[in-house]
């Protein structure tokens, strides 16, 4: 699978089996990173693409990606409340 197949990979099937596609990732992802340190993990993404010492990203480009990170970390946190309370 290259990198365009994998970026734009969907779960396919009824509606039910989209679900449970959906409930396994979850299941899978905060048993292996606790909520805590997904989001350490996020913010070190965010500080490292936007302090790095070579000028990979224009302004637009770190406007763009602080402007996802603000709406990436209260989804994960949401995310994460939905999770526990089933």
Do not use: C, W
Not at 44 to 54: E, G, L, V
Not at 56 to 65: D, H, P, Q, T, Y
Request: aromatic letters at 12%; proline letters at 3%.
């Amino acid at each position: 699978m290259n990198h365009q197949q994998y970026l734009h990979k969907r779960p396919s099937g009824a509606k039910a089996e989209q679900q449970e596609v959906a409930n396994e990732i979850l299941k899978s992802f905060f048993a292996d990173y606790p909520i805590d340190d997904t989001l350490e993990y996020l913010r070190q993404m965010m500080t490292q693409s936007y302090y790095t010492k070579k000028e990979f990203l224009n302004n637009v480009e770190r406007a763009n990606l602080i402007a996802f990170y603000e709406h990436l970390h209260p989804m994960i946190m949401a995310t994460s409340i939905l999770y526990e309370g089933k």
